[in-house]
């Protein structure tokens, strides 16, 4: 009988890792300045192959592999999903869209400044309200007992 033709896991998960390394070099290689071309098709196609972030799961998807290989817990190519993960998330992207992206970062932490300040006033404000409705409630107190101490003295007189 003839041997079968079939192969190993080892060559399959080595077949793997070079599929997805080839999808990541290509979309790492995807540049913004192509967009110097003159033909408006050409172009176009480019942009939008330039808005194709790259992450685990493009990367994946690129090589026509399962992304559980690269994100999974058990992934046998840890140092290739490591070296995607730190890609920073705006390459490829349009530096117009970049632009946007960090006025919005820049205005959502001067959000976040804002929020913090209120809950901090906010706080305050609670554990005044906190103090005097104690200082209420001691008054109370204090005042009923002194009605007893009259009621008291009112009956035995």
Same mark, same amino acid.
Request: charged share 35%.
């Given at each position: 009988?003839?041997?079968?033709?079939?192969?190993?896991?080892?060559?399959?998960?080595?077949?793997?890792?070079?599929?997805?390394?080839?999808?990541?070099?290509?979309?790492?290689?995807?540049?913004?300045?192509?967009?110097?071309?003159?033909?408006?098709?050409?172009?176009? #196609?480019? $942009?939008?192959? /330039?808005?194709?972030?790259?992450?685990?799961?493009? +990367?994946? %998807? @690129?090589?026509?592999?399962?992304?559980?290989?690269?994100?999974?817990?058990?992934?046998?190519?840890?140092?290739?999903?490591?070296?995607?993960?730190?890609?920073?998330?705006?390459?490829?992207?349009?530096?117009?869209?970049?632009?946007?992206?960090?006025?919005?970062?820049?205005?959502?932490?001067?959000?976040?400044?804002?929020?913090?300040?209120?809950?901090?006033? #906010?706080? $305050?404000?609670? /554990?005044?309200?906190?103090?005097?409705?104690?200082? +209420?409630? %001691? @008054?109370?107190?204090?005042?009923?007992?002194?009605?007893?101490?009259?009621?008291?003295?009112?009956?035995?007189?």
């Amino acid at each position: 009988m003839p041997v079968s033709a079939k192969p190993t896991r080892k060559q399959k998960r080595e077949q793997e890792g070079r599929l997805l390394e080839a999808a990541f070099q290509r979309l790492l290689s995807q540049s913004p300045a192509d967009n110097m071309l003159q033909d408006d098709e050409l172009r176009e #196609m480019l $942009e939008e192959n /330039l808005r194709v972030p790259v992450t685990q799961i493009t +990367v994946a %998807q @690129e090589a026509g592999l399962s992304r559980k290989l690269l994100t999974g817990d058990d992934s046998p190519f840890k140092e290739l999903a490591a070296r995607i993960k730190g890609v920073k998330s705006t390459h490829a992207v349009l530096p117009s869209t970049t632009a946007k992206m960090d006025k919005l970062q820049q205005e959502l932490d001067e959000a976040r400044g804002i929020i913090r300040v209120i809950r901090s006033k #906010m706080a $305050e404000a609670i /554990l005044k309200t906190d103090r005097a409705e104690a200082a +209420v409630r %001691q @008054e109370k107190a204090q005042v009923e007992r002194l009605r007893r101490q009259l009621a008291g003295r009112g009956r035995t007189a």
